[in-house]
């Protein structure tokens, strides 16, 4: 069953004000275009998502899709591949040594609407490109990523919101993800840790309890233009299928935690769970299409101490 289709534009289409101003180094906007209506909070608070379709134009997502055959052609510990292939599942924590996805974390059009859902400011808990590639991509199992960060992370409630940005078209055919609206609200629902399905360990709920659900609520996968933006409740259920279709599907998923709400064990390395708390500081709306500083600590390589475990948080 499909869902209507949510299709929210931007608040305003005001080109970017220059109200800025320096703190501590970073420049921070004092102007909020991308403010959400009383309707889209209302609508957010129902459904458990919004769809922002071509938020970004193709120009600002060449910038980000340019960088990820690099980015992928790395062996490093934060390429995930599929099972039993070379293609990349997921790559992590890229806002910590590229810089045009270090610019994308600090994006007023997504940081923004997420500070105003919490009525505070936000750090960076987990920042992923997945790759879902053309005829290799895998499944995601229907999961609640709230249940991990609180199983695994100790994050204490669930004011932590996910942000999925498409850098490929979406369609029907390339593994859109797939909701199962108002699943949000029914807080976190019972789950079993899943070793073996893919490559990626998953904190995963049972089909009998996904077609109650689905009964309920219906599926909903919102498709449309690389540029794309959903912003999602981290309790909502969801799920996406294999991509048996010639085009990849790489979208950036980052999952922006309230500051108070900061995660409390390491048990997972840190660049799958971050520990640097530090609240975000969004940069100007043109920041990547321009050369701005941002920091990329992780540019030479990963620390020792952020590859593993840390248990006493
Ligand atoms: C996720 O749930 O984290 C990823 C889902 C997808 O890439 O389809
Ligand atoms: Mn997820």
């Known amino acids: ?33 991308m403010k959400l209506s009383r309707e889209q909070i209302e609508q957010f608070e129902n ?19 340019d960088e990820v055959p690099s980015l992928y052609a790395q062996s490093r510990p934060e390429n995930v591949r599929e099972k039993g292939s070379d293609a990349v599942r997921t790559n992590f924590a890229a806002h910590m040594y590229s810089r045009p996805f270090a610019k994308l974390a600090r994006h007023p059009r997504m940081v923004e609407p997420i500070m105003q859902v919490f009525g505070e400011e936000v750090y960076m808990h987990q920042f992923k490109i997945n790759g879902k590639m053309a005829f290799e991509g ?10 991990t960060w609180k199983n ?39 789950a079993e840790h899943d070793l073996s399905t893919t490559s990626y360990p998953l904190w995963t709920i049972n089909h009998e309890t996904i077609a ?31 991509n048996l279709s010639p085009w990849n599907r790489i979208s950036v998923y980052l999952s922006l935690c309230a500051v108070s709400n900061h995660i409390r064990r390491f048990k997972r390395p840190e660049y799958i769970a971050h520990r640097d708390f530090t609240p975000l500081r969004c ?11 941002v920091p990329l600590p992780w540019k030479d390589g990963t620390p020792e101490e952020s590859l593993k475990p840390l248990l006493a948080a």
């Open 212 to 242: 109650k659900l689905v009964e309920r609520g219906g599926i909903v996968a919102p498709k449309g233009t690389a540029g794309s933006m959903i912003l999602f409740h981290s309790c909502l259920v969801h799920a996406s299928g294999s």
């Open 138 to 147: 895998d499944v995601w199992q229907w999961h609640q990523d709230y249940a």
């Open 47 to 65: 459904d458990g998502y919004l769809f922002f379709p071509s938020l970004f134009t193709r120009e600002e997502i060449r910038v980000l899709i």
């Open 283 to 293: 940069l100007p709306d043109d920041c990547l299409l321009k050369d701005y500083d």
């Open 152 to 190: 695994d992370d100790l994050m204490p409630e669930a004011r932590a919101m996910n942000v999925a940005i498409f850098l490929d078209d979406v369609n029907e055919f390339n593994g859109p993800l797939m909701f199962i609206p108002g699943s949000h609200k029914l807080g976190v629902v019972e």
């Open 1 to 33: 069953m499909e869902h209507p289709e949510c299709i929210f534009q931007r608040h305003t289409q005001t080109p970017a004000s220059s109200i800025i101003q320096m703190v501590g180094g970073e420049t921070l906007l004092e102007d909020h275009r």
